[in-house]
């Protein structure tokens, strides 16, 4: 049966991500290196020497192609991984805004490599079941499951 995989464009950074990606979550490896650029020795970015990477994130397959600068990524895709808890959540929020990643608003941020992630609870939708929860969580970056948990709780009547 045939399957999605995404492929995502990187400028030199494949082999990288590539490795950063399968460290960090479970379920994940590295399946194939395809290294060097067709007909040459190196890219000339000179940043890594990986044209495509085949792996698999969280049990979801990816292709990692080091396609040159003409592409980068926005927040219009995104990859959603969801926690089961604070402490999973913080784990995974603070490994990908590492090293230059950057936090943006409701539990959506950008990686050092500029992949957009919601990294989220994974009861997210029976925590907002109120405008309360809703209004709470337009003032979060990370994701605070606490603070969610009391405004819904505190609106259940609204």
């Given at each position: 049966?045939?399957?999605?995989?995404?492929?995502?464009?990187?400028?030199?950074?494949?082999?990288?991500?590539?490795?950063?990606?399968?460290?960090l979550?479970?379920?994940s490896?590295?399946e194939?290196?395809?290294s060097?650029?067709?007909?040459?020795d190196?890219?000339?970015n000179?940043q890594?020497n990986?044209?495509m990477?085949?792996?698999?994130?969280?049990?979801?397959?990816?292709?990692?192609?080091?396609?040159?600068?003409?592409?980068?990524?926005?927040e219009?895709?995104?990859f959603?991984?969801?926690?089961?808890?604070?402490?999973?959540l913080d784990?995974?929020w603070d490994?990908?805004?590492a090293?230059?990643?950057?936090?943006?608003?409701?539990g959506?941020?950008?990686?050092?490599?500029?992949l957009?992630w919601?990294?989220?609870?994974?009861?997210?939708?029976?925590l907002?079941?109120n405008?309360g929860?809703?209004?709470?969580?337009?003032?979060?970056?990370r994701?605070d499951?606490?603070?969610?948990?009391?405004?819904?709780?505190?609106?259940?009547?609204?």
């Amino acid at each position: 049966m045939a399957r999605l995989t995404p492929c995502l464009w990187f400028d030199g950074r494949a082999g990288e991500a590539a490795a950063f990606y399968t460290e960090l979550f479970p379920d994940s490896s590295i399946e194939q290196i395809v290294s060097g650029q067709p007909g040459g020795d190196t890219w000339p970015n000179g940043q890594d020497n990986v044209f495509m990477a085949h792996i698999t994130v969280a049990g979801q397959p990816m292709q990692l192609l080091n396609g040159g600068p003409e592409f980068s990524f926005t927040e219009a895709v995104s990859f959603v991984y969801p926690c089961h808890g604070q402490a999973e959540l913080d784990h995974f929020w603070d490994a990908l805004v590492a090293d230059g990643g950057e936090e943006s608003r409701c539990g959506w941020l950008r990686d050092r490599f500029g992949l957009s992630w919601q990294i989220i609870p994974d009861n997210m939708g029976e925590l907002l079941v109120n405008q309360g929860a809703i209004e709470a969580m337009y003032t979060m970056n990370r994701i605070d499951i606490g603070a969610l948990t009391a405004a819904r709780d505190a609106h259940a009547g609204d």
